[in-house]
């Protein structure tokens, strides 16, 4: 019997993580979640400043663009935006 789900992120608990479409979401749970998101320490933009603003609508077209996912944890309950594209290499189809 074989796996379906892919291999869990670096960052992620082990099972349980789901994507989800960001437009399932009201436009308030989105903003909330991309303001979180970009609000987050670690997060690099190189030696530019932007605002809050732009930094939503930066991560936004990615969600829009597909290049970005968003993924939720039932066990933690949190919200984590991804590169699609890692997602893909670590074997999510999405």
């Keep these: 019997m074989t796996n379906d789900f892919p291999p869990p992120l670096d960052d992620a608990p082990d ?47 990615q969600l829009e663009s597909g290049q970005a996912t968003l993924l939720f944890d039932p066990v933690q309950q949190t919200c984590h935006i991804e590169m699609t594209q890692v997602l893909k290499q670590h074997g999510w189809h999405l």
């Design 15 to 61: 099972e349980g993580v789901i994507a989800v479409p960001y437009q399932q979401l009201s436009r308030e749970a989105l903003d909330a979640i991309l303001e979180d998101f970009v609000g987050r320490e670690g997060t690099d933009y190189g030696d530019y400043q932007f605002s809050l603003a732009d930094k939503k609508a930066q991560v936004l077209a």
